[in-house]
């Protein structure tokens, strides 16, 4: 029953303030400060300003933090007018505990988030023993969170719409969104929130400041190192943005892919007797692009997925998705389209002015085209060089529709010390650029061998203690770092069958069909009772009836979406067992001719010690194989206990993610189990850390993972495929 790991909680912490939306009129009555004229010569006497609470001053603020304080700064809009119009900045303080010797300004990305929360974030991280001697600052640069803004939704696609006719709306909605307050909206760049950023370090007193950035906000500290160096001690950037303009930016990223598809074609030209795909690297591109030109070119990117490609484990995966296509041969089933929505470069987005915040910071910094006539030469420069960039690489033009072309950031080498690290195989802020902005402004690259992004910070991450040494001492980091194991940023185990599995939003599932089901009959789903959508069921209950909805991803054999499934919930509980049932909108007959896929036999007897196993993921894309090693009476996970539940041989080691995974004779296919849990930690009787009860006492296998019997369904489903729960042989618990 995995939950979130400290990093995820840190970034949910973040979203759980939704400041984006609260404008300057707001945020004045929630803060006060002590007016200071903006235009003050610097000095390292602090000027006047309240805190206050940051909890007491803006009710939607997390309410276990104590520590976080915040104030407004006015700032000028127009710095060359600094009599002019001032606007107020948002700032958040975490106080060093023990003496004060500097200050650490820190910055979460996006760009465009809010960077008020950053600070009570970073007590969670690596860096969280820098407290005891720095100030941990945070700012919510101009559009952002607590800060001046403009507020506009961004506009949804229509359906049916043409390409260029999203283009022009496109470009409406900016120029009106604009036109709310051009000159704030014009202003929103990251030279200006540098010269902000340095505002604040003038009104706080501190004569120099250390900067930690991640993603969007590695661009804040680039520019700001750039325009301010002389005022930066020592500043660390992780994943890290392109120092030049979008349509270069995203050109140089697809040639970095590009590098990375030719090794999969010449490592497929090796296989050839398996695959069949060419003899030669060329021959296997010329197979590709056709294939390409069948399913259509957006489509065809999820089979060259950059992250997976980089990783020679995973290109196993991929030739069997691109062979399975290949053989239907009709191009008529086909992977559900790659997410089209806009790429953060950041954790995520927050509230409804993250768009158009993020685009106010990038097309003030970009010249590139404006035009739909631009985007399409672009696009036809772009892909007659590199001929598996997708259409949506195009985005960043689509998202500067309507905007007045833009300045390009002025950066430059500097004195201060300066640490880049990049992470080779991830995918938001690719390692090309990382290589660009370093031989653009120096400093010392690190590279981390993994595929996750803005990480560095972690405590999780063996190498992330150089961003302590580095801050303390100066010590600069240099070569390469391993990083994060591969399993946690994309599949994690043995690929394998995956037909009949259903991938959820954050677990596995798989289609199974009673005995005595008809084609006729409405399938069932089944999964974990705690992969529930609306969540966990509690100790000792039993959900019944016509419940919640459920929606998830049917899997052909290799693992492609070939598309989805939706229906309610039946039954779900966590006691005695661990089991969601749903029965879907489509019948069995109905699955088979649109996906030409069969439901797992559902067994009527559970798997005994020693019987031969698969434990097939649809979420992980992976395929266990071993035995199931014994049968525990009771396993105990926190307030949760199962009977009977089966433990795997250690081959079978399933990763954080495998829940709800469909376990099935490796002979029969008949579902004998579902995945459930394992001990990670070596803990006992604790939530991620069961522990197996008998007569003898309690034991734990650390490492080891369980599964949940599912014999029991069988004899609960009555007429129409439902569960019946009076039926005279069904033991399920009940309400």
Known sequence: MPFPTEEVQIILRYVTVPSIAVGISVAASLLSLTAVPADAASRTTPEPVKWELC?????????????????????????????????NIAVSRIKATGKRTGALFGNPGG?????????????????????????????????????????CDTPEAREGESEREAFERQADAKRACIAKDRELALSISMENASRDMDRIRQVLGFRKINFYGNSGGTALGAVYRSMFDSRVDRMWLDSIMSPVGQDAAVTAEVAHYHAGYRRFF????????????????????????????????????????PNLEALPDRWERSAAKLLELQNEGTGE?????????????G???????????????????????????????????????????????????????????????????????????????ETVTPYVWAKMMHKKIGGSLLTVTDATHSTMKSKELACGSKVVDFFRDGTPAKGSCPGFPAEQTGPSGP???????????????????????????????????????????????????????????????AGRELGP????????????????????????????QKYKIEAFPLASTGPVAGQKIKVASSFLESVWSCQAEAVIPTLKEGDYTSTQAIRYAKECNTQPGSSGSAVVDA?????????????????????????????????????????????AIAACIGAGNTIDLKRQECTLPKP
Not at 59 to 82: F, G, H, Q, T
């Open 565 to 592: 499934v939706t229906g309610r919930v039946l039954y779900a509980t966590m006691t005695g067992t661990d089991i969601t049932v749903a029965q879907l909108d489509s019948t069995y007959a109905d699955i088979r």
């Open 55 to 87: 909890r007491d001053a803006a009710p939607d603020w997390d309410r276990d933090d104590n520590r976080s304080e915040c104030a407004l700064i006015p700032v000028p809009v127009d710095y060359a007018k600094p009599a002019g119009r001032k606007i």
């Open 111 to 151: 760009p465009g988030l809010p960077g008020t929360p950053y600070p009570y974030g970073l007590l969670s991280s690596r860096l969280a023993p820098m407290n005891q001697e720095w100030d941990f600052i945070g700012i919510d640069t101009r559009g952002t969170g607590y800060s001046a803004q403009v507020s």
């Open 667 to 711: 002979e029969t296919r008949e579902l004998v189990a579902v995945n459930s849990t394992s001990n990670r930690d070596g803990k006992e009787c604790e939530l991620n850390n069961p522990c197996e009860i008998d007569e003898t006492g309690t034991t734990v296998h650390q490492g080891r993972g369980y599964a949940t019997q599912t014999a």
């Open 333 to 345: 089933v086909v992977p559900k389209q790659k997410d089209m929505r806009r790429k953060p470069f």
């Open 347 to 425: 954790f995520g987005e927050m509230g409804r002015n993250y768009g158009f915040t993020h685009d106010a910071f990038m097309c003030n910094a970009s010249a590139d085209g404006r035009t739909y006539s631009d985007l399409v030469r672009l696009r036809k420069e772009r892909q007659a060089k590199y001929p598996f960039s997708a259409d949506f690489n195009d985005q960043p033009i689509m998202y500067c529709a309507g905007w007045p072309a833009g300045k390009p950031w002025d950066l430059k080498p500097g004195k201060s010390r300066l640490q880049l690290s990049g992470h080779k195989f």
């Open 495 to 557: 690929a394998g069958n995956l037909a009949g599995t259903v991938r959820l939003p954050n677990c596995s599932a798989s289609l199974v069909r009673p005995r005595t089901a008809r084609d006729e009959d409405k399938a069932l789903l089944l999964t974990n009772g705690h992969c529930h959508p609306e969540g966990r069921p509690k100790p000792g209950e039993v959900i019944t009836g016509q419940g919640a909805p459920i929606e998830g991803s049917v899997l052909s054999a």
């Open 266 to 305: 010449e490592w497929l030209a090796g296989k050839n007797s398996t695959y069949h795909f060419g003899s030669s690297p060329q021959k296997v591109e010329s197979a590709l692009k056709a294939l390409q030109a069948k399913v259509g070119r957006d489509e065809f990117a999820a089979f060259l997925d």
